[in-house]
């Protein structure tokens, strides 16, 4: 079996928000370089908080020691202004759940700030990875990196391949994932992906059963804690 490629050494995310700040988190305890962005120099502050605040209780909680806390802290960089991602391997976006608003980012990274050979992986559980991809510049570098929240502790990470989706691209969605500790899945493109769309008939299945008198809102609850964990 061919190995596949080193994780990327320096990784951008788009975002500080919950989702943009988990997903930073993770990027510099795997000892990549993490540059932070974020237009509003409010919101990005408080991101930076808010994962130097969650390094600081991982090692009350004896998860990290203080000096790998210290490491992962000195490798978070903010990253005001987007041009500020150019020297990235992987951007990983966690804005807004809008079709716009993603491509829109895409498209100026790909036209004007990162090199050709940087990936671009889109964190939406909503949306159609290769709509995302659509109007990008070497659509075959853009990716899905499906995060589940919150990112630092679930497990999982669902890798979405596009229609335009290269072998290599996701090749190294996985490796990032992998130098994440996350257990990671290949997922098609599709509404929900692999995951939310195992999910949703449970959830469905659990509204009517309440609706229909079957069974108490905590009996339900209780079964699928205890049949389904």
Known sequence: MTAGPPPPRT???????????????????????TLLHEPVPEALERGAQKIVAQLEREVERRRLTPEEAEDARDRL?????????????????AAPERLELKRELFVKLAADVVSESCVLATNTSSLLVTAVAAPVKRAERVVGMHFFNPAPVMRLLEVVAGEESSPDALAVARAAGEAMGKHVIDAADGPGFLVNRCNRPFGLEALKLLQEG????????RICRMGGG
């Open 11 to 33: 990784i951008g995310v788009a975002g500080a928000g919950t989702m943009g700040a988990g997903i930073a988190q993770l990027a510099c305890l795997s000892c990549a370089r």
């Open 77 to 93: 960089e903010p990253a005001p202004g987007l041009e500020d991602l150019g020297p990235c391997e992987l951007v990983i976006e």
């Open 214 to 221: 079957v069974a108490s809102l905590e009996e339900i609850d």
